[in-house]
């Protein structure tokens, strides 16, 4: 099973960038899709990105397209969540989360989860 560790949350202004990363370790990374979550405090985990095994597809969830970006890199072992123009309402705790297959989206039921970081952006 891959463990998965999440870094590079914290506060940012809104309007500001975050760059997510998502450290693999255990098996390599390139067997899994790779998709990123949220979730704040008394709402439901929300979907916000996915990248299937080689990087060729990818799908965002309404609130992250045309802000956000998912990238990965196999020989780092690391998938990336690149986040721009941020909004108080992104405030989250955001969750990597690993997929043993070609493909993964938001209704996938995903192998591994990371403990999170947290995002917090103060208008």
């Known amino acids: 099973q891959v463990q998965l560790v999440e870094s590079g949350g914290g506060s940012v202004q809104a309007g500001g960038s975050l760059r997510l990363s998502c450290a693999a370790s255990?098996?390599?990374?390139?067997?899994?899709?790779m998709g990123w979550f949220r979730q704040s405090p008394g709402k439901e985990r929300e979907f916000v990105a996915a990248?299937?095994?080689?990087?060729?597809?990818?799908s965002y969830g309404d609130s992250a397209k045309g802000r956000f970006t998912i990238s990965r890199d196999n020989a780092k072992n690391t998938v990336y969540l690149e986040m721009n123009s941020l909004k108080p309402e992104d405030t989250a705790v955001y969750y990597c989360?690993?997929?043993?297959?070609?493909?993964?989206?938001?209704?996938?039921?995903?192998?591994?989860w990371g403990l999170g970081t947290q995002v917090t952006v103060s208008s």
């Open positions: 989360a690993a997929k043993s297959a070609v493909a993964a989206g938001p209704a996938s039921v995903y192998d591994s």
């Open positions: 255990g098996r390599t990374l390139s067997s899994y899709a």
């Open positions: 990248i299937s095994r080689g990087g060729v597809s990818i």
